[in-house]
Structures are given as C-alpha cells and as structure tokens.
C-alpha cells in the first residue's frame, strides 16, 4: 500500500459573496482546487478578479460563502477563530503585498516572530532565521528596522518569517506589487529556491505577466472562476 | 490624564485630612481636651456640686497621675467650674470661671498660649485672665481690678477683688466673651471648695484618633482603682466632630470615583484611537495566527504598563507637592481670613495631612480604570478582520 497523498489545501466548489451597498458581489465563484505539497503555483488574473479573496479563502483568514477548504486534509469551514488561528500560525505563511513588517522590530524579530508566536526559545528561533538569512541573502541586515530597509528586502524578510516555521503552504499576494524589476526577480528567485530546496508550497497572486512566466503551474482567474489550469514543464533547476 | 487624576486625589484627600485634623485639633485642643474625667454624676447638668469623690473630694495629685500613667496620654491637668459675674463698676459681665493649674493646663490645652496683653495668672493669687470681647465689653485693661461674683457650694455668694493679669485671644468670639481663667486655689477658695474639690482633669492625646479607646481604658483602670469617675473623649464630647470626620471619609470615596469614572472614558477613548491607528498591526498579528485572546491579553498588559508609568508620573508629582503642604502650608490669607468649622478656629492654609491609605487606594483604582478602560479597545483590537483591515478596507 501507497501512503495516500494529501493535497497541502483543497477547495470544492468554493464560492465568496459580498454584500456590497446592498449588492451582491460575488469575488470567487465556485472554485475546485487541489494544491499538491511542494507545488508553486502562480495564481494569475486580471485586478478585480479574486486572487485576493481566494487567498484569503485558502489561509482561512476568510470564511468561505458556500463549499469547503481544506488544509492538511482538515476542514476549515468547522473551525472557531481561535482554532482558525492555531492553524494559520502552524501550517500557513503568508506575505502581503504591503505592511507586511512590524515597524518598531527588527529584520531578525520580525522574521521570527511566528516561531515566538509559538513558543520556541529564542536560541532555536535565532538559529532558524539565520539560516534562513543565509539562503535569502540577508545576513547582516538582521538588526535593522524595516524603515532601514530597501522594498525587495522587506518582503524578502516578510518571506523568512511565512517560511521559517515550516509551514504547509505559504500564500503571497502580490508580493512583488511595490517593487522594481529587478527585485521582482530577486524576490521570486527566492522562493522558487525555497520551494526547490526545501519544498516549500507557495502560492503566488500576481497580474504581472512576467512573472507569471516562471510559474511551474499556472491558474488564471477571471470574474472569480477558474478560467484556466496548466501544469508548465519545469523551468529546469 | 491618569497620573492628574492620581494627583488630585490624593491632594485633595491629604488636604481634607488636613482640615480634619486641624478642626479636631483646634476644637479640643484650645479648651476642651481630648480627654476629660468628671465625677460619675457630672455629665450633663455640669453641677458644681459633683466634684469627683463627692463630698470629701479626691487626691487630685493621685487622679492626675493615675491618668497621666495611660500611655496615650501626654498631659493632665485639674479643673474647676463655676459661674458667675465679673464687674468694673461701671460695666458688668456674666463669664464662666475656669479654676486652672497654670503650670499644668498650657500642657493639655493652648487657651493660655492665646495671651495676647499682659501675663498669665499666679498660683494662689486673686488673679483673671480674660478673653478680648470681654475685656472690651467690660473695658478692662491689664492691671485692672474687678469684682468677681460666684455662688459657693455652701449656698452663699462668694466674691472677691480680683486683678485682671492679662487677656487673651483664641480668634472664637464665643470663648473670648465667656470664659475667664483663675488659679484653681483662688477659684476653690471663691467657691468654698476644699482643696480636693476638683470637677475635672482634661488630658492630651497626642493622637486625637487614639483618645476614644484612651478613655476606654482609663475608665477600667481608674474605676479599678477605686475613683467613681466617668472619662470621655472628645469624640463623646464633640459627636458632630466625628460626624464630619467620617463625611469627610465618605466624600473621598465619591471622589475617587468621581476622578477615575471620569477618566476612564477619557483613556477608553484614547485607546480605542491608538488601536484604530494601530489596526494594520492587530490585523497583521491576526494573520500570522495570533489568537484574539492573544491580542485582548497583550492590550491589557500595554494599559497596565501605561498605568504603571501613570502612576509613576503621579506619584513623582504628588509626593513632592505633599510633603511640600505637609511641612509649609500653602499660605491662602491673602484671599480670606481666620474661619471656624464646628466652631472649630481654622487658619486660611492648605496643609496636607499625609493619606498613606488613600495613596495606595488611588493607584490600585488607578490600575483598575486603566485595566477596565483598556478592555473595551482591546476586544475590538481583537475583533479587527484581519482581511479587509490588510487590504485597506
Ligand atoms: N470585503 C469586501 N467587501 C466587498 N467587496 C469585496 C470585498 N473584498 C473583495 N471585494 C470585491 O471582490 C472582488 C474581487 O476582489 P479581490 O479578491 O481583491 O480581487 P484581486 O485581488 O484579484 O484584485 C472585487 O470586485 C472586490 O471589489
Ligand atoms: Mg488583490
């Protein structure tokens, strides 16, 4: 018998309706997914079109409107806050596309802030980031505050902290929006290393269309329903 | 905001402590005493008939020793009553005769530490002191002769010349109109009361708050001793002193109330803004998994830290201004003069007496306000939806 593999999330007919100003507005409609571990996905799409809200569906930030989300194999529409929580800080990373870092702490503090969100000592947490640091070339910058911080670093510390506790998918919404070409680049090359090397699942929300190019598989979303779903052949490396 | 609140109430309270303790120390201190000892049937009608030990009187100087003995009694000193009048022939007055012991009595009380002309009168000599608004209604002078007329106890009209050696001035029109002070000897003689004749020894306690149970204990003791004596304090005394005192205690309840209700909506309301500009973080922390509880919890702390440092704010302008008042009150005569309370003289100051108690009450109900002011803000904080607040909606 093979271990049965478990999708890191899945969603089944997964649907979110707004009530906006007293109409209905209707941000996903009806999206099935399976996003296997180790998987980078690149979710594509037009402004407006609902890679936000199915993001947010994905880390359990936001209650579905109808069907159901799965993370780990464990239904999310069942959760309390609390236990919505408990889940989001184990087994979910996220990187947003602004405000991303605590401003009074530093580079270090702030990548490890979810470890000590966990209750892990600090010598373990420090010892975790560094070597992380070291991967995404950030060592020495560890003591700085983020207003010390160039764009590309800042969201290269917002991604050691979504990483750093190992978690089952690391969702990022247009990381990249507030930076020029060049750390664009810088920053996906980071995590496509992460996710080469240590397996990391990211999903990925852009509508910067070269960016879209380096997906291993890319989903297109328009009006809030999957439009399309393919599986590229690996960029090689 | 929270540290203002602490200053003004312990100021105020240490300042109506202070008016208590002055009225208190005033009005048993310039004549009454804080403790009087009287024969067992002298209370209420004042008869001069009941010296203690009746008829046959007393070993004064013993009795004065017995209660000096009591260890919250500072000073003691033997009375003698009587009424009378007091005449210059040309105007005539009614006064009531304090027979006095003029070494013993500046002890226990500061009636003759109010001379304001001449001096004090002599043991054994025919001799009066009198209070201004008599002198002036009489229109005597230091050195003046007078008549002094007083029922004896043996049923006839003792009178006598006496010498009007000085006159005093407590400020309370009431006492400087009626009482004149004259040697006990002298008094005991104008009355036909032996020696051991006395109506009253009147004691000191440094501690006014100490005399009730002084009393108490002097009354067991002196009754064990065999003296048929009945000892009060000034509380008995003086009952509407106590009165206001315990007012006084109610009122700084109201005003920590008053003080800190009102600050807590004044530091809800500040809280609530700084966790509204604070949203993108309560928001972020949601995201990264921290639990609402997390957040309620960590807005707590943060207002008990604030509180501490309210506290310590507080503290470092209360204290100084305290022990400021308390050693130099502040000096209000410019603005009005001399007022009474209770009949009660009080001068026109700010004089702080310490409230230890209320200093520790203002900062655990400085505490509690931040507490309970923070726990509104921090539910919201907890409440924030952590997606639409990251998307900036
Ligand atoms: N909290 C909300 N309330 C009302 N409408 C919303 C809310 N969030 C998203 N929407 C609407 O849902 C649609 C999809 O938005 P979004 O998921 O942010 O798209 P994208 O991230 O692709 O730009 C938009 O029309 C947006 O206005
Ligand atoms: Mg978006």
Redesign the pocket.
């Known amino acids: 018998m093979t271990k049965q593999r478990m999708p890191a999330v899945k969603t089944a007919d997964v649907w ?1 309706v ?3 100003d007293g109409l209905a ?4 409609r009806g999206v099935s997914l399976d996003i296997e571990p180790g998987e980078f996905v690149v979710l594509a ?12 569906l994905l880390g359990g930030l936001t209650r579905p409107t109808r069907g159901g989300v799965w993370i780990d194999g464990r239904d999310l529409t069942s959760m309390s806050e609390r236990e919505l929580a408990k889940l989001r800080l184990e087994r979910v990373g996220f990187v947003f596309q602004a405000y991303n870092l605590l401003p009074v702490l530093t580079a270090l503090e702030n990548a490890e802030f979810s470890l000590l969100l966990r209750g892990i000592p600090p010598d373990e947490r420090r010892r975790r980031v560094e070597e992380l640091f070291a991967v995404i070339g950030m060592t020495g910058l560890e003591d700085r505050r983020p207003a010390k911080l160039s764009g590309g670093e800042q969201q290269r510390v917002a991604v050691a902290r979504a990483v750093v506790g190992k978690p089952a998918l690391v969702l990022a ?2 990381p990249t929006a507030n930076l020029d070409s060049a750390a664009s680049d810088a920053l996906l090359g980071v995590m496509a290393d992460l996710n080469r090397e240590r397996g990391t699942t990211f999903v990925f ?1 852009t ?1 910067d269309t070269r960016l879209m190019e380096r997906a291993k598989r890319l989903i297109r ?1 328009v009006d ?1 329903a999957i439009e399309s779903d393919d599986v590229r052949q690996d960029m090689g490396g | 905001m929270l540290a203002v609140g602490y200053f003004s109430v312990v100021i105020l309270v240490g300042w109506s402590k202070g008016l208590v303790a002055e009225m208190i120390g005033n009005g048993t201190g310039i004549l009454t005493g804080q403790l009087q000892v009287h024969a067992a049937d002298y209370q209420p009608d004042k008869s001069v008939h009941a010296t203690i030990g009746g008829r046959e009187g007393t070993d004064v100087a013993a009795l004065v020793n017995a209660v000096r003995a009591d260890p919250a009694i500072e000073a003691a000193t033997p009375r003698v009553y009587g009424g009378g009048l007091v005449s210059t022939g040309s105007a005539t007055a009614a006064a009531v005769f304090l027979g006095v012991d003029p070494e013993l009595e500046p002890q226990v009380s500061r009636i003759m530490g109010a001379l304001e002309r001449g001096r004090h009168p002599r043991r054994g000599a025919n001799e009066l002191l009198i209070g201004a608004e008599m002198a002036r209604s009489l229109g005597a002078e230091p050195g003046d002769t007078v008549v002094v007329v007083a029922p004896a106890v043996d049923g006839s009209l003792g009178n006598d010349l006496f010498v009007v050696s000085g006159i005093y001035s407590t400020g309370l029109a009431d006492l400087d109109r009626t009482f004149a002070l004259i040697p006990i000897d002298a008094l005991q003689f104008l009355m036909a009361l032996e020696p051991t004749r006395i109506h009253e020894i009147a004691a000191s306690v440094p501690d006014p708050w100490q005399a009730a149970e002084a009393a108490e204990r002097l009354s067991a003791v002196l009754e064990g001793a065999g003296f048929a004596v009945g000892v009060e304090s000034w509380a008995t005394l003086r009952p509407e002193m106590v009165e206001y005192a315990q007012l006084s205690q109610a009122f700084q309840w109201i005003l920590l109330f008053i003080v800190f209700g009102m600050a807590i909506f004044g530091v809800a309301n500040t809280m609530l803004m700084a966790t509204f500009e604070r949203r993108y973080e309560f928001a972020l922390l949601l995201a990264l998994g921290a639990t609402p509880g997390v957040i309620v919890r960590s807005v707590l702390w943060e207002a008990m830290a604030l509180g501490a440092l309210a506290l310590a704010a507080g503290a470092a302008i209360t204290f100084p201004v305290m022990v400021w008042w308390h050693r130099v009150p502040l000096d209000l005569s410019w603005l009005f003069g001399d007022f009474t309370m209770l009949g009660a003289l009080m001068r026109p100051v700010i004089r702080i007496e310490y409230p230890w108690l209320m200093t520790v009450q203002a900062a655990v109900a400085l505490f509690l306000t931040a507490a309970l002011a923070a726990v509104y803000p921090a539910i919201r904080a907890a409440r924030i ?1 952590p ?2 607040t990251l ?1 900036g ?1």
């Open positions: 979110k707004f009530e906006h507005v209707e941000a996903v799409g037009p402004s407006g079109s609902g890679k936000t809200t199915l993001l947010n919404d247009e929300a509508h979303l809030g | 939806p997606a639409d998307a909606r």
